[in-house]
């Protein structure tokens, strides 16, 4: 069994910081990619970031030069979020594509970040 565990959301003011970290926990012989996600209510979806196991990244454009991705180690996966506008509120999502007994898609439960105007 795997399991994606994320923690970190809360309730800050425009212009400030919050950092999100999930990590994957259970039988895992491999993962191949890590990326945070984001979904508001009427709304699909959407990619936020996300990290190759060779260490690429890739950023949604409105959160390039704001957000930052990056592995802890081989199982833990980070997203500081600073300069934070009322736009980036959303329920915030960890995805890991992981072998287990083989390769699947795994996601969080969610954890929710508020940002005030």
């Known amino acids: 069994q795997v399991q994606l565990v994320e923690s970190g959301g809360g309730l800050v003011q425009a212009g400030g910081s919050l950092r999100l970290s999930c990590a994957a926990a259970g039988s895992i012989f491999s993962i191949n990619s890590m990326g945070w996600y984001r979904q508001v209510p009427g709304k699909q979806r959407e990619l936020v970031a996300s990290?190759?196991?060779?260490?690429?990244t890739n950023y949604a454009g409105s959160v390039e030069g704001r957000f930052a991705i990056s592995k802890d180690n081989a199982n833990t996966l980070s997203l500081q979020m600073n300069s934070l506008k009322p736009e980036d509120t959303a329920v915030y999502y960890c995805?890991?594509?992981?072998?287990?007994?083989?390769?699947?898609?795994?996601w969080g439960q969610g954890t929710q970040v508020t940002v005030s105007s």
């Open positions: 990290v190759t196991s060779a260490g690429t």
């Open positions: 995805n890991a594509r992981i072998l287990h007994r083989n390769w699947a898609n795994y």
